[in-house]
């Protein structure tokens, strides 16, 4: 984080480029600097946002990030705007759609809103990719990653290569991204367990294409975006399942899969242009589309949700979750409105979701095709006449309609006949916020928010085992209104800057992850109450050095009994652990920066409605070490992941204690890289 007086950062997620001192809620910009730092130890952004938003849960280290959430709930993931969550069927692979090595900077907003629409309820995470270079400029970067358990078996190699340019009013950037991922060790040297059917990147092979071009004229600008991003498990490894109650972690052993692996397969086509003077307003439109495909693998066991006598026993089968996005979103700026301190955002966004899940090896629907359709007009007020306060207030309103064929589920479920329909729902969000910044280094804000999504529809349509029951009148599609408060204070002189929030988050008809005997998760509808406290700050005590502190806490309960109060903790599945963050960097030459840094997660008990405790969570320390020394024309660096070699499982496989999925975390490992611009 940047130490400097905070009008100096720039936030773009909010539809219109803002100064983070007028938004009156907490944002964390992760910039290019820092994201390349974390880079360099792990690629993966879900580790990333760990690093660097204690609020965000541990990340799984697997290709699912299923139970990853932001403040006890879902965020919203955007690559530049365009939605890669799907909440009509949330598989848990929206953290994994891009490269993060094409990405500039990540744009974080915490806590529910309705900036962006549909399925921020816990927030948005904003993915920015780079720009266009205004000269003829090429990128190199070569690293690799080993454990000395077996340097070949573990060892990872990534490649990038783009190059950049402009011609006159025209700029172009193009880049491709290869990645090939080993195996992983634990802290003890043992090989660290495949999840072979949600899906897993030890042992898989990812490749990025990026495309960014664009044309200016008198002030006036059109880019096109097009992003294709392919990961697939190599599927030679089968998991060996361990022993909760004997502390004996899931393993793997080398073999061969039925089925294929498991594999992402997302494109990411978005459109967008502006006009700085139409009408004396500022214009923005942006189109898009996004096609993503998310294939589970298979176990040698078979799954008993997918078995069916017409098949024969023992049938092996794997499922496939497919979303097609298209959508529009209109923003028009107006600043200064009749001479006032009044400025004016408003728009429109139209979304349109096609969402189902299929069994690809005998062709079966196990989630029926879905197409939800939204239209959201908004607006959205600021009043900054009154010196050193800015207000805030805005309104929303959701028209959304579902549809829904006749379908039959699984035999599993009873191949129960369910009635199709076309349910429709309307909702009117409203926000309203401050910030006073009383001194040019203390600030103030406070904030309410709305936000409305979806519950997971396919996940609730698969499951029904009841016969009798139709779409149009099936209570557990009703969708999910957060309500989200905070007040947060700051402070920022140039040398430290801090800042400290508090937020609740609640929803009379929330949803909750269950875990089934068969390993497969049910959503449960039920009002949920989320609160926490984050803190965070950032000293430069010398020149040199830099001090860091993150620390999160939150507390989470749902409503067991649905008599209206919230009675029991909400699981680790559901909301993360108490963290504490701790970083110091160093410049030591010119040349050379170094960064510890130290993640502390706190032990945690969940209890039910009697005050049973029924989960507990054994916290731990991780250590990670990184060194950038400036050679050879360009950037080389190293870094150790997990310094003190820390023996542990990880927050998922406690929160969610499975046999098959009794995972250890990653052990000491190395990393090298270079890149250099050119």
């Known amino acids: 984080m940047a130490t400097g007086q905070i009008e100096e950062v720039i936030v773009t997620s909010s539809r219109v480029d803002k100064p983070l001192s007028t938004i009156p809620n907490t944002v964390t910009v992760i910039d290019q600097a820092s994201l390349e730092r974390q880079l360099s130890i792990h690629n993966d952004i879900s580790t990333v946002l760990g690093n660097l938003v204690p609020s965000f849960s541990p990340a799984r280290q697997k290709m699912t990030n299923a139970g990853e959430t932001l403040r006890g709930r879902k965020p919203l993931y955007l690559i530049d705007g365009v939605p890669q969550s799907n909440p009509l069927r949330n598989g848990g692979r929206d953290g994994h759609t891009v490269d993060p090595t094409l990405l500039e900077r990540v744009e974080v907003l915490h806590g529910a809103n309705a900036i ?34 077996d340097i070949g078996e573990s060892g990872d190699y990534g490649l990038r290569y783009s190059l950049s340019n402009s011609f006159d009013a025209a700029d172009v950037l193009a880049g491709v991204s290869y990645r090939s991922t080993g195996m992983a060790y634990d802290a003890n040297g043992d090989v660290i367990g495949v999840d072979n059917t949600q899906g897993d990147t030890m042992d898989s092979e990812s490749l990025d294409l990026f495309l960014k071009t664009g044309y200016d004229w008198d002030d006036q600008r059109i880019e096109l975006m097009v992003n294709r991003y392919d990961i697939e498990s190599n599927h030679k490894w089968i998991s060996v399942p361990g022993d909760v109650d004997a502390d004996i972690p899931s393993g793997a052993v080398k073999g061969d899969l039925p089925a294929e692996g498991a594999r992402n397969k997302v494109t990411t086509v978005s459109l967008d242009y502006r006009n700085a003077e139409w009408f004396g307003q500022e214009l923005r439109l942006q189109a898009f589309r996004q096609d993503f495909e998310a294939t589970y693998g298979a176990q040698i066991t078979p799954i008993a949700t997918f078995q069916d006598p017409a098949y024969g026993p023992d049938l092996i089968d794997q499922s496939q979750n497919n979303s097609e996005k298209i959508g529009l979103k209109l923003t028009l700026f107006a600043d200064e409105i009749g001479g006032l301190p009044l400025s004016l955002v408003y728009g429109l966004d139209v979304l349109q979701d096609e969402t189902w899940q299929a069994l690809i090896q005998t062709g079966r629907t196990w989630v029926p095709e879905t197409k939800y359709d939204n239209l959201a007009p908004y607006l959205q007020l600021e009043y900054s006449g009154i010196e050193r306060v800015t207000l805030t207030a805005g309104v929303r309103h959701e028209q959304s309609e579902l549809e829904v064929d006749d379908f039959t589920t699984l035999y599993r479920y009873g191949s129960q006949f369910v009635r199709g329909g076309n349910p429709d729902f309307s909702e009117t969000l409203y926000n309203a916020g401050g910030t006073y910044q009383f001194t040019d280094s203390w600030r103030v804000f406070a904030n309410y928010a ?43 002189n140039g040398t430290l800057s801090a800042q400290l929030s508090y937020y609740t988050s609640n929803s009379d008809f929330g949803q909750r992850l269950q875990r089934g005997d068969d390993g497969i998760y049910t ?42 109060k919230v009675d029991s903790d909400l699981g680790g599945t559901n ?36 005050d049973v405790t029924v989960n507990s969570f054994d916290g731990y320390t991780t250590v990670d070490l990184m060194a950038d020394l400036e050679i050879f024309g360009g950037v080389v660096s190293a870094s150790v992941q997990n310094l003190g070699n820390e023996d542990y499982y990880t927050y998922y496989s406690q929160s969610s204690p499975n046999d098959l999925r009794n995972f250890k975390g990653v052990g000491r490992s190395f990393g090298l890289s270079y890149q250099r611009y050119f």
């Open 116 to 149: 962006h629409g549909l399925g921020a309820a816990g927030g948005i995470i904003n993915l920015i990719t780079k720009r266009p270079s205004k000269t003829f400029e090429q990128h190199l970067r070569v690293d690799s990653a080993f454990q000395s358990e």
């Open 450 to 492: 709305e936000a409305f999504s979806m519950p997971d529809v396919g996940r609730v349509l698969r499951g029904i085992n009841e016969p009798g029951q139709d779409v149009e009148t099936f209570l557990d599609l009703t969708p999910i209104l957060t309500e989200n408060s905070e007040i947060g204070l700051e402070f920022d």
């Open 523 to 564: 959503v449960k509808r039920e009002k949920t109450d989320v609160d926490g406290l984050e803190f965070r700050a950032d000293w430069a005590f010398t020149e040199a050095d830099v001090f860091g502190l993150r620390y999160a806490e939150a507390e989470g309960r749902f409503d067991s009994d649905q008599d209206g």
């Open 575 to 610: 909301i993360s652990p108490d963290r504490l963050n701790l970083s110091w960097e160093h410049r030591w030459t010119g040349t050379l920066n170094t960064r510890l840094q130290l993640n502390h997660l706190f032990d945690r008990k969940v209890r039910d409605s009697e």
